[in-house]
């Protein structure tokens, strides 16, 4: 069986010593491909998944949806790039200017519905088994409700301290020193791997 991969950090599995080898996608007795990257936004997770599957081919998509507060702009020296709220306080006018500006909690949750709703239209078209979750950064970040997440039915998918616990309330799997990310060691990736395994006997 081939699993197609992506998302950000998290997929990545950017904590670990050896991510191509550690992080969970990998732990799988499969064929997979994970084409997550470190500061991913949602956009770019979708863009790059529907351009990955229109030029491949696999079984099974699984598709880790990042913080809403991420967002993507066009760059004509570097192409797509993606931004998060920490690069405001950086020299670089683009982020500056849209944390200032543009941002609000109803663009970013508008966004992200839409990022699900669109993956899952394509993926559903396509005819492709998949399954969605997101990292969020604290127990209980709902998000806010829009039109796009009344089509969707991933409206109630799991959240990272859904699977794992959140360190602040004992959650066994986190390591110590990561505060503002909330990085997991080798033993959440191998939990969700379990999962996956668990989602495919499902299927």
Known sequence: MKIFFNGCSHTYGEELEDPKTQRYSALLECDDVNIARVG????????????????????FVIVQFTLPTRFSHYDSKFGWRSYMPS??????????YYYKWIDSNQLRYMNFWKNVFVMESYLKKRGIPHYFWRFANKVGDELEKCVYEDLTSWSD???????????KNGGKYWLKGHPSVSYTHLRAHETKANLVCRLLLEK
């Not at 690069?87 to 500056?96: G, Y």
């Open 40 to 59: 991913n936004s949602n956009d770019i997770i979708v863009k790059e998944t529907i351009e990955w599957l229109e030029n491949n081919t696999c079984d």
């Open 87 to 96: 690069h405001a306080i950086l020299t670089q006018k683009v982020p500056r």
């Open 157 to 167: 998918m799991l959240q990272h301290q859904d699977l794992l616990g959140h360190p």
